[in-house]
Every structure is written in C-alpha cells, then in structure tokens.
T-cell receptor
Framework: DGGITQSPKYLFRKEGQNVTLSCEQN?????MYWYRQDPGQGLRLIYY???????QKGDIAEGYSVSREKKESFPLTVTSAQKNPTAFYLC???????????????FGDGTRLSIL | AQSVTQLGSHVSVSEGALVLLRCNYSSSVPPYLFWYVQYPNQGLQLLLK??????LVKGINGFEAEFKKSETSFHLTKPSAHMSDAAEYFCAVSLPSSGSARQLTFGSGTQLTVLP
C-alpha cells in the first residue's frame, strides 16, 4: 500500500544535540511538508518542498533544516538552535502544482520528540 | 491573509447525539476547504474536502459538511455520534492563489468527546 512512513515513532534528544527525523513516501508525490504540532495550536508549517533539490521556509523554520535529494525522502533536522523542540512532528505529501487545488495532503503517523 | 477559526476547543456529546463542529474562514476569495481527523498519536486522516459547486459535502464515517459562502463557514456534522468518533478534528483552508505548493492553513483543532 502507498503511504508515508515516519521514523522513529519516539525520539529523545539531549541538550545541544542535533537529531534527524525521517520521512519517506511511495505515493509518487512531488510536494512534501513538515509540520510541528503543539497542544491547542493546531499544525504549524516548518518547511515545504515542491520538487527535488528545492525547499522553502514555512512559518516557523528557525532552528530546523531539511534536504530533498530524492523525490521519496524529506528528512528534517532539529538543530541545537531550536530552543523548544519538544513537540509532535508530522510529515505530509501532496501531488503538487500539477494537481487541482482541492487535492489534499496525506500525512504520516508522526514522530514525538522529547528533550532529556 | 487567510485564516481559519474553529469555535470550541472541546466539544462533548452523548453517544447517538448530533455532532456539530464549527469552522469559519476569512477570505474574500472562495477557498478550498478540508476536514481532517486525528486519533491519539497518529497522523491526520482526510474526512472530506470541499469541491466548488457542491454546498453539501459527504465524507467518510458518516460525516458531512456544508459550505455557506454568506456565513464563510464550513461546519462539520454527523447525525449520530459513535464512541469511535472521539478524536481531534481539524479544519484546513487553501487559497486559490497563484504559484507555490498547495499550502494549507489549519485551525487550532476541536477535541470531540463522546459520552456513553
């Protein structure tokens, strides 16, 4: 079955460490997204990518970095510059600009990051 | 700028009662609208999406939503709640602006509790 796989499900980080969250999709989607979810705040966009080797900052990109070397993969690195990284992180994908605007985003099951 | 407001961060209903979750958007241009559901520690699953021309949209699990342009609303309803409907529900909007990836703006979510 096609879908989005996020790993690991749970991740712990020590102060000062960078950690990388994995996101892989086999839906053949062009666009991929990273969101951060905090209680009572909905989803906030961190980064998005429309095509391989291209990505754009979202609303809360500070302290995060991404890469898009392959169509299927969009890893997110939470750097030590992110002062409050504890959150639930969701990866999503969509067909992209070639599709009508009512095409939805498809989500992975998320990674919960906690600080030790 | 587009925004979406979900009235009521927590809604409780009895099993078998009507479910009504409210969503209002702010846009001078008809947006593209979506409802998603999230179960604990999982990603978001699409319930339904608005398609231009149809004011009543039917989704999965017996949910439906009515688009009212005059009220800038897209409220989610279900005639009879089941215990399995307990989850968090998100309304999302995408404006038909030019270029860019299909970005979504999410409401802050409504936690639905179903009482036995």
């Amino acid at each position: 079955d096609g879908g989005i796989t996020q790993s690991p499900k749970y991740l712990f980080r020590k102060e000062g460490q960078n950690v990388t969250l994995s996101c892989e999709q086999n839906l053949n989607h062009d666009a991929m997204y990273w969101y951060r979810q905090d209680p009572g705040q909905g989803l906030r966009l961190i980064y998005y990518s429309q095509i391989v080797n291209d990505f754009q900052k979202g609303d809360i990109a500070e302290g995060y970095s991404v890469s898009r070397e392959k169509k299927e993969s969009f890893p997110l690195t939470v750097t030590s510059a992110q002062k409050n990284p504890t959150a639930f992180y969701l990866c999503a994908s969509s067909i992209g600009d070639k599709a009508p605007r009512n095409q939805p985003q498809h989500f992975g099951d998320g990674t919960r990051l906690s600080i030790l | 700028a587009q925004s979406v407001t979900q009235l009521g961060s927590h809604v409780s209903v009895s099993e078998g009662a009507l479910v009504l979750l409210r969503c209002n958007y702010s846009s001078s241009v008809p947006p593209y609208l979506f409802w998603y559901v999230q179960y604990p520690n999982q990603g978001l699953q699409l319930l339904l999406k608005y398609t231009t021309g149809a004011t009543l949209v039917k989704g999965i699990n017996g949910f439906e939503a009515e688009f009212k342009k005059s009220e800038t609303s897209f409220h989610l309803t279900k005639p009879s709640a089941h215990m399995s409907d307990a989850a968090e529900y998100f309304c999302a909007v995408s404006l038909p602006s030019s270029g860019s990836a299909r970005q979504l703006t999410f409401g802050s979510g409504t936690q639905l509790t179903v009482l036995p």
